[in-house]
Every structure is written in structure tokens, then in C-alpha cells.
């Protein structure tokens, strides 16, 4: 019982970070019905960057915070260079789009800062609370996740600027109308999908190692959390990311062998696919004719 | 009276089709103009090429300003307020954020306008943390008008705002909006296929025919005249 508690909770912090970039994916694809295969690798360039900021000296939380902002600016050039020239293209040339980025991203990243494993220092104390029930590590991943979570539910929420996105995001012509500048808006969820994706990419890079492929496993399991959640919801994403960690750290513990761990996230996607395409919270609004 | 809407010669496209061919239009200010026409006569095209939704041809002048090279929402902002065919309803936003999106553009207090629209639309006020696609189709023309006018536009343009309503309920509506023009001072452009009400309210009437203005005058003269009144009023 004690192991698969410690199980539980290691799960939920490899699923905080999961459920970040799931939310993510799900910004964008709410937005634009567009899945950003690039979003793990502009987390993964982000994290590159704190990893430069902290070796220059910065204390962690600075360069953290930095990162944030820089990839805040690099989402919304992203949005406006790449993606806006293809807004009206076939959807399926703006994934391919998407894939290019990945290329590029992970290329740059092998150029400017080669392809051998980089040690990331962990803000968190090295731990174990409750009786080694969990690692302050895992604890300090969930509650960062959390607190962005929480900031990102007050500005849609609250501000001026949350809800024209979402307006921006569910009927385009008729903000338009209302005066919102629905580019705009959409440059600006890039910015924010970056800024997430690359908290995602600082968490997890003390247990996974700084590489340019180090988000590729990472954005295989957030997007079956997006996808179990319903890729239109954002609770759901979150969820849906949390249930992915916890079900990966279980059966790689008690099922498979953990080198296979990937294998789940497979067959969950095809689970959800074949028994709730609507994943488990992606139920429509309410609608009438 | 000065006119705050006016189009010359305004053509518009669709990819290469010409769907306008050259219309002359023009909104009072403080008035009300009804454009009339048959299904697929080119009344929502008109709209959309006055808020810069589609390719346009011609001048359109709005207080003033020619409105052909400005993007849709640089247009709300000048105080031109859009219910577009289908009434752009946020269907998944509660009542009252619907009326905070109306308000993106406005200058002055929202919360002020937000009680100015509960008092004409007391139904709003009602259902206000309620989800606006859950509303019954008159209410979510209530929630589309006042969502409009939100920004305190100087110009409200509908389309269609009686489509698929009950025809107490199309009364009711349009008795509010010809209020809120006299109490507002907001001018009105409406396209409607319910012509006799739509005459007995405006003071201009166009006529539209694929894609051009066939007849045009003061309502009274249009309600009056005897080919109208047997194509669109029935009687
Ligand atoms: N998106 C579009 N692409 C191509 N042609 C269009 C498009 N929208 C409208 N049209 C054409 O333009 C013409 C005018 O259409 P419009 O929607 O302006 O008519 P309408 O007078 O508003 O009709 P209704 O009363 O049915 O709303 C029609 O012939 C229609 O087929
Ligand atoms: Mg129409």
C-alpha cells in the first residue's frame, strides 16, 4: 500500500507536468483547431534558456521568470511569422507547419547547444515527506502547476483580456464585430501556451535530463491527456494529464517493464478514441436551434 | 438631416462573383433605414461590406470617415454595432459575459450600460449567470441587441432580427429597439423579410434585387406603393 501511494504521488507530479502542456495543446486547438506538434520542443528551447540564465548566475526563480516572458514573446512571433501566413490555408498545412517547427526547434537547439544530456538543478529541496510518502520535488512540481492553474483560471475569468480570448476563440467573425482584434488574441494564446509549455519544460527536466528530444515522450503523454479530456476542454486537459501520469507510473511499476512506459500512452489514446471520442469531459455546449 | 451611413456605388465580392453592382444607400442620423429584398438579394452582403467583411468596392462613409480600408474590428470601434445574420450569439459564455464581450470596445463605464440594457431587457437581467446558448430563440435576439449595444454604438445594424421568432415576440423586440433608438440617439440600418413592420417602423425603405437597389424612398411611400405591397406585404 505504502509503494503504491508513493507510486500515486510521483504520478501526479510527472501528470502536473503532462497536464501543463495538455493545457497547451488545448489552448491552441481551441483557438485555431490546430494541434501544435511543436509545442514540446518550444518547451523544451524554453527550458534551454533557463538552462543558460541559471549557468550565468541567475538564482533559479529569476531565470524561471525570464523564461517565462521570453517564451511569452517567442509564442506570440511564432503565432504572428509562422502561423499567421497559413491561417486560412487547409488545416492540414498548418500541421504540417507545426512539424516543421518541431524540426526546427529541435535542430536549433542540437546546434547552438549539442545533443549530450545536461544536468538541471532542481529548485526543490532533495526530500522525503510523510514517510517517504513523496519527495518535496514532486510536491514543489505539483503546487507550481498549481499556482500557474490558478493564475490561468483568474485572468480568463476575471480580466477584460481573458474573456475577449475566449470569445476570440468560439465565434472569430462575431468578436470581430464586437470590436475584439481576434489576431491579436490568437497571437496572445500562442504566447501563453508557450509561457505553460515552458514551466512543463523546467519541472520536468531535473528527473528527465536537459536534450533537444526530451519533450517528445512528455508531448506523447500530454497529448493523451488532451485527448482523454476531450482536446477542447481545458479541465479536462488537466485531468486528463494527471490520470496519464498516474496510470504510466502504476503499470510501469506493477505491469510492464518501465522502458515500455511509452506503450501506455498509446493504448490509452487508442482506449479513448474507439470508446469516448469526446473524451471524457469534450460534451458540447448546450445548443439550441 | 446629415446622413451618418452612406454608400456610393458599392460593389461586392465574393472570390470573383460581383453579388453587389453598384448600390447607393443611406442611414439618417438618428434614423432608421429598412433594407428590403428577397432571399439571396445581396441585404447581408450589404452588412458585411459595411463592417468590412467582405472585398468592397465604392465609398462607405460613416460619420465622416470612409470605412472601405478598415478591418472589422477598427469599425466596431468607431461606434458601429453589428448583429450579424444568426445573432453571433457566444453560446458557450454566460448572459452576462456575452454583454461584457459587447463592451470590448466601448469608452465609457460598462457596468453602467450593462443596467441601462437590464432595464430594456428585464428577461437579461433574469438569466444573467445563465449559459446564452440554453436561451430561447427571442431571448437570444434580446441578449444579440443588447450585446450591440454595449459599445454605445452610433449606429445599430441588424439582420434579420425576426427570423424564426413568433410574431408577438418579433413586436416585442422591435418596440424595444425603436425605444432605444428615441432614448439612445442610436441611428438603425435593419434588414428584414417582415416588410409591413419593419415600413411602419423606419423612415427610409431600400428595395433590393440581386444585388441591386430596385426601388428606394421614404417607408411611406414604399408601404404605399402598389408593387410592393403585392410582392412583400401581401395585400
Ligand atoms: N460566402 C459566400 N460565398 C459565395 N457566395 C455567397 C456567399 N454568401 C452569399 N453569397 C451569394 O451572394 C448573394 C447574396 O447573398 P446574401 O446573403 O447577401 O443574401 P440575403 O439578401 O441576405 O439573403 P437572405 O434573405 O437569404 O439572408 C447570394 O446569391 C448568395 O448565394
Ligand atoms: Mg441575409
Not at chain 1, 490555408?89 to 518541431?102: D, F, K, N, Q
Not at chain 1, 480568463?156 to 482584434?181: D, H, V, Y
Not at chain 1, 498516474?246 to 517493464?257: C, H, R
Given at each position: 500500500?505504502?509503494?503504491?501511494?508513493?507510486?500515486?504521488?510521483?504520478?501526479?507530479?510527472?501528470?502536473?507536468?503532462?497536464?501543463?502542456?495538455?493545457?497547451?495543446?488545448?489552448?491552441?486547438?481551441?483557438?485555431t483547431d490546430?494541434?501544435?506538434?511543436a509545442?514540446?520542443?518550444?518547451?523544451?528551447?524554453?527550458?534551454?534558456?533557463?538552462?543558460?540564465?541559471?549557468?550565468?548566475?541567475?538564482?533559479?526563480?529569476?531565470?524561471?521568470?525570464?523564461?517565462?516572458?521570453?517564451?511569452?514573446?517567442?509564442?506570440?512571433a511564432v503565432?504572428?511569422?509562422?502561423?499567421?501566413?497559413?491561417?486560412?490555408?487547409?488545416?492540414?498545412?498548418?500541421?504540417?507547419?507545426?512539424?516543421?517547427?518541431?524540426?526546427?526547434?529541435n535542430?536549433?537547439?542540437?546546434?547552438?547547444?549539442?545533443?549530450?544530456l545536461?544536468?538541471?538543478?532542481?529548485?526543490?529541496?532533495d526530500?522525503?515527506?510523510?514517510?517517504?510518502?513523496?519527495?518535496?520535488?514532486?510536491?514543489?512540481?505539483?503546487?507550481?502547476?498549481?499556482?500557474?492553474?490558478?493564475?490561468?483560471?483568474?485572468?480568463?475569468?476575471?480580466?477584460?483580456?481573458?474573456?475577449?480570448?475566449?470569445?476570440?476563440?468560439?465565434?472569430?467573425?462575431?468578436?470581430?464585430?464586437?470590436?475584439?482584434?481576434?489576431?491579436?488574441m490568437l497571437?496572445?494564446?500562442?504566447?501563453?501556451?508557450?509561457?505553460?509549455?515552458?514551466?512543463?519544460?523546467?519541472?520536468?527536466?531535473?528527473?528527465?535530463?536537459?536534450?533537444?528530444?526530451?519533450?517528445?515522450?512528455?508531448?506523447?503523454?500530454?497529448?493523451?491527456?488532451?485527448?482523454?479530456?476531450?482536446?477542447?476542454?481545458?479541465?479536462?486537459?488537466?485531468?486528463?494529464?494527471?490520470?496519464?501520469?498516474?496510470?504510466?507510473?502504476?503499470?510501469?511499476?506493477?505491469?510492464?517493464?518501465?522502458?515500455?512506459?511509452?506503450?501506455?500512452?498509446?493504448?490509452?489514446i487508442?482506449?479513448v478514441?474507439?470508446?469516448?471520442?469526446?473524451?471524457?469531459?469534450?460534451?458540447?455546449?448546450v445548443?439550441?436551434? | 438631416?446629415?446622413?451618418?451611413?452612406?454608400?456610393?456605388?458599392?460593389?461586392?465580392?465574393?472570390?470573383?462573383?460581383?453579388?453587389?453592382?453598384?448600390?447607393?444607400?443611406?442611414?439618417?442620423?438618428?434614423?432608421m433605414?429598412?433594407?428590403?429584398?428577397?432571399?439571396?438579394?445581396?441585404?447581408?452582403?450589404?452588412l458585411?461590406?459595411?463592417?468590412?467583411?467582405?472585398?468592397?468596392?465604392?465609398?462607405?462613409?460613416f460619420?465622416?470617415?470612409?470605412?472601405?480600408?478598415?478591418?472589422?474590428?477598427?469599425?466596431?470601434?468607431?461606434?458601429?454595432?453589428?448583429?450579424?445574420?444568426?445573432?453571433?450569439?457566444?453560446?458557450?459564455?454566460?448572459?452576462?459575459e456575452?454583454?461584457?464581450?459587447?463592451?470590448?470596445?466601448?469608452?465609457?463605464?460598462?457596468?453602467?450600460?450593462?443596467?441601462?440594457?437590464?432595464?430594456?431587457?428585464?428577461?437579461?437581467a433574469?438569466?444573467?449567470r445563465?449559459?446564452?446558448?440554453?436561451?430561447?430563440?427571442?431571448?437570444?435576439?434580446?441578449?444579440?441587441?443588447?450585446?450591440?449595444?454595449?459599445?454605445s454604438?452610433?449606429?445599430?445594424?441588424?439582420?434579420?432580427?425576426?427570423f424564426?421568432?413568433?410574431?408577438?415576440?418579433?413586436?416585442?423586440i422591435?418596440?424595444?429597439?425603436?425605444?432605444?433608438?428615441?432614448?439612445?440617439?442610436?441611428?438603425?440600418?435593419?434588414?428584414?423579410?417582415?416588410?409591413?413592420?419593419?415600413?411602419?417602423?423606419?423612415?427610409?425603405?431600400?428595395?433590393?434585387?440581386?444585388?441591386?437597389?430596385?426601388?428606394?424612398?421614404?417607408?411611406?411611400?414604399?408601404?404605399?406603393?402598389?408593387?410592393?405591397?403585392?410582392?412583400?406585404?401581401?395585400?
Amino acid at each position: 500500500m505504502h509503494q503504491f501511494l508513493q507510486q500515486v504521488f510521483s504520478g501526479l507530479a510527472a501528470g502536473a507536468v503532462y497536464a501543463s502542456l495538455a493545457l497547451a495543446l488545448v489552448m491552441i486547438y481551441r483557438a485555431t483547431d490546430l494541434v501544435n506538434f511543436a509545442q514540446g520542443e518550444m518547451a523544451m528551447f524554453s527550458t534551454y534558456i533557463a538552462w543558460t540564465l541559471v549557468n550565468a548566475g541567475l538564482p533559479f526563480w529569476g531565470a524561471f521568470l525570464i523564461t517565462l516572458a521570453v517564451s511569452f514573446v517567442g509564442g506570440m512571433a511564432v503565432e504572428r511569422i509562422v502561423i499567421r501566413p497559413v491561417e486560412n490555408a487547409p488545416i492540414l498545412t498548418a500541421v504540417v507547419v507545426t512539424i516543421g517547427l518541431l524540426l526546427i526547434f529541435n535542430s536549433l537547439a542540437g546546434w547552438i547547444y549539442s545533443y549530450t544530456l545536461q544536468e538541471f538543478p532542481s529548485p526543490f529541496p532533495d526530500r522525503t515527506l510523510f514517510g517517504a510518502l513523496m519527495t518535496t520535488r514532486d510536491l514543489g512540481v505539483i503546487a507550481v502547476t498549481l499556482m500557474m492553474l490558478v493564475a490561468l483560471f483568474c485572468f480568463f475569468r476575471f480580466t477584460a483580456t481573458g474573456l475577449a480570448m475566449r470569445a476570440a476563440a468560439q465565434n472569430p467573425e462575431s468578436a470581430r464585430l464586437c470590436g475584439i482584434p481576434v489576431g491579436w488574441m490568437l497571437a496572445v494564446g500562442w504566447g501563453f501556451a508557450a509561457a505553460i509549455g515552458a514551466v512543463a519544460g523546467i519541472m520536468v527536466a531535473p528527473v528527465l535530463f536537459l536534450d533537444p528530444n526530451m519533450m517528445s515522450g512528455v508531448l506523447l503523454y500530454a497529448f493523451t491527456g488532451a485527448l482523454l479530456g476531450g482536446i477542447t476542454s481545458p479541465i479536462g486537459a488537466v485531468i486528463g494529464g494527471l490520470i496519464v501520469g498516474v496510470t504510466e507510473n502504476l503499470v510501469g511499476t506493477y505491469l510492464i517493464a518501465s522502458q515500455l512506459k511509452l506503450t501506455v500512452a498509446l493504448i490509452l489514446i487508442i482506449i479513448v478514441l474507439v470508446f469516448r471520442p469526446n473524451g471524457l469531459f469534450g460534451t458540447a455546449v448546450v445548443r439550441r436551434v | 438631416m446629415a446622413a451618418i451611413l452612406e454608400l456610393r456605388a458599392v460593389k461586392a465580392f465574393y472570390g470573383q462573383s460581383e453579388v453587389l453592382h453598384g448600390i447607393d444607400l443611406a442611414v439618417e442620423e438618428g434614423g432608421m433605414t429598412v433594407l428590403l429584398g428577397a432571399n439571396g438579394a445581396g441585404k447581408t452582403t450589404t452588412l458585411r461590406a459595411i463592417c468590412g467583411m467582405v472585398r468592397s468596392e465604392g465609398q462607405i462613409l460613416f460619420a465622416g470617415r470612409r470605412l472601405e480600408r478598415c478591418t472589422t474590428e477598427q469599425i466596431a470601434g468607431f461606434g458601429v454595432a453589428h448583429v450579424p445574420e444568426g445573432r453571433g450569439t457566444f453560446i458557450g459564455l454566460t448572459v452576462e459575459e456575452n454583454l461584457r464581450i459587447g463592451a470590448y470596445a466601448a469608452t465609457g463605464r460598462p457596468h453602467d450600460n450593462m443596467q441601462l440594457m437590464y432595464g430594456y431587457f428585464p428577461i437579461l437581467a433574469q438569466r444573467r449567470r445563465q449559459q446564452a446558448g440554453a436561451l430561447s430563440g427571442g431571448e437570444q435576439q434580446m441578449l444579440a441587441i443588447a450585446r450591440a449595444l454595449m459599445m454605445s454604438p452610433r449606429l445599430l445594424v441588424l439582420d434579420e432580427p425576426s427570423f424564426g421568432l413568433a410574431p408577438r415576440v418579433v413586436e416585442a423586440i422591435f418596440g424595444i429597439v425603436e425605444r432605444i433608438r428615441r432614448e439612445q440617439h442610436v441611428s438603425v440600418l435593419l434588414v428584414e423579410q417582415n416588410a409591413s413592420l419593419a415600413l411602419a417602423m423606419a423612415d427610409r425603405a431600400y428595395l433590393l434585387e440581386t444585388g441591386y437597389v430596385v426601388t428606394s424612398g421614404s417607408a411611406k411611400a414604399l408601404a404605399d406603393d402598389p408593387q410592393i405591397r403585392r410582392s412583400y406585404l401581401g395585400y
